[in-house]
């Protein structure tokens, strides 16, 4: 079965920066809409941002706009989250996942693929 593998978490403190990358297994996965979630303990997922095939329209959480940055390379199968200026609400688990859907919005429910997370910690 397809596998999306996320890495690049990890702890940094406030202002820093961490890029994540998620691996698809599969070239087919890297064809389709990606996008990033996020969950913070006792919160409920979290769209984060989103990316159509191919590199086309990129969307955002207002929360994260002009501060992450939604890229990927069909190429190399990874999609990447460059993430500047953390702040402490930033903290949660991280999961990428991609969408068969030909149109996508930013609801977790419209992806059918997804990776096991990657913790990112902002320290204060």
């Known amino acids: 079965q397809a596998q999306l593998v996320e890495s690049g978490g990890g702890l940094v403190q406030a202002g820093g920066s961490l890029t994540l990358s998620c691996a698809a297994s599969?070239?087919?996965?890297?064809?389709?809409?990606m996008g990033w979630f996020r969950q913070a303990p006792g919160e409920e997922r979290e769209f984060v941002a989103s990316?159509?095939?191919?590199?086309?329209?990129?969307e955002y959480a207002d929360s994260v706009k002009g501060r992450f940055t939604i890229s990927r390379s069909n190429y190399e199968m990874t999609l990447y989250l460059q993430m500047n200026s953390l702040k402490p609400e930033d903290t949660a688990v991280y999961y990428c996942?991609?969408?068969?859907?030909?149109?996508?919005?930013?609801?977790?429910?419209?992806?059918?693929?997804w990776g096991q997370g990657t913790q990112v910690t902002v320290s204060s």
């Open positions: 599969e070239r087919a996965l890297s064809s389709f809409a």
């Open positions: 996942a991609a969408s068969t859907r030909v149109e996508v919005d930013n609801s977790p429910d419209a992806y059918d693929y």
């Open positions: 990316i159509r095939r191919y590199g086309g329209r990129k």
